[in-house]
């Protein structure tokens, strides 16, 4: 009689499930961070593009950042965000500040994730 030992190799069909839904779950909850780290790069941008024109040609009023406020948040397709945008004025300083809150739906609570960013122009 002629008997053979075979050896399992590789994983079960069972491993192979909880690590699908491990890799399922890391990319679900990926897949809501990525939208905000995007909009913040861009809020981040609209501020660095806004210093960078007040240093070429130094800003006149309020209503002046104001109007390039809204033409950056045009351009990146981010109106919702134009009520976060307060400017303010205080002799020949403006302060620019971003203030928002978005919720980011993950599998077992709502996490909400603050931005909060203020820029001086002098």
Known sequence: MYTSHRMQRGA??????????????GA???L?????YIEAGSVDSILGN???????????????????IGSQLNMNQLDDLRDSFKVTQDDD?????VSYERDLNLIYKTQPVKY???LTLR
């Open 28 to 30: 679900y909850i990926g």
């Open 32 to 36: 809501q961070y990525i939208p905000q």
């Open 12 to 25: 079960s069909a069972f491993v192979a499930i909880i690590i699908l839904a491990i890799i399922g779950a």
């Open 116 to 118: 909060e960013k203020t």
């Open 50 to 68: 806004i210093e960078e024109a007040h240093k070429k040609s130094p800003v006149r009023n309020a209503d002046e950042i104001r109007k390039m």
């Open 93 to 97: 300083t403006y302060i620019i500040r």
